[in-house]
């Protein structure tokens, strides 16, 4: 519980970075063979609470060490795996990571209670939440999806999502695969 509180001070404090334009990455190699699965493991407790079945089903090749900011993607797996446990009570969350010839493809699957079709086009702006989330777990803050899409934008990613609701969601992000980092002088052009 104490680091998921020093999660949401950091997500806080990031809104606020962004907003006064002093949002960084800080780019390093990182390693999502160890970032999904401890991620996992740290919420597992809480997805056992909810009557959670959580699984992680690992990639079938090794994932190659990615040039990314840790702490920030760490933040917004641990955002995407802690909202599918939130709205998917006593059902059924897949974590899984894979990749293709070009991206880091990381996915959380649910059974729980899905976006409305006319809610989905503002789920990724600032403070909003969908009117069943807000339903499901009044104390959502609706900043945890605009800082995953922020993340993953910033570092060249996409992210991924498709839901019905009443039917469950697929949330998460690709990251491209780059054998070298690009130096940061090129990264802001």
Not at 68 to 87: C, G, H
Not at 103 to 116: E, H, L, M, R, T
Not at 145 to 171: C, M, N, P, W
């Amino acid at each position: 519980r104490t680091r998921m509180m020093k999660r949401l001070v950091f997500d806080l404090l990031n809104i606020s970075r962004m907003t006064a334009g002093k949002f960084f990455l800080e780019i390093a190699p990182a390693n999502m063979n160890e970032i999904v699965p401890d991620e996992v493991e740290l919420l597992a407790s809480q997805a056992k609470e909810k009557g959670v079945a959580l699984t992680y089903l690992p990639p079938a090749d090794l994932i190659p060490t990615l040039y990314i900011d840790e702490q920030k993607t760490r933040q917004a797996v641990m955002n995407l795996i802690n909202n599918a446990i939130a709205y998917a009570p006593k059902g059924r969350v897949e974590v899984s990571l894979d990749k293709d010839s070009d991206n880091v493809i990381f996915k959380v699957v649910d059974n729980g209670i899905g976006v409305p079709d006319e809610q989905k086009s503002k789920l990724f702006t600032k403070f909003y939440r969908a009117d069943n989330a807000k339903k499901e777990r009044p104390s959502g803050t609706g900043i945890g999806l605009y800082l995953v899409k922020r993340v993953v934008e910033d570092q060249g990613g996409q992210v991924i999502f498709f839901s019905q609701a009443g039917h469950g969601s697929t949330f998460g992000f690709s990251l491209p695969i780059k054998s070298v980092p690009v130096p940061e002088t090129e990264q802001k052009k």
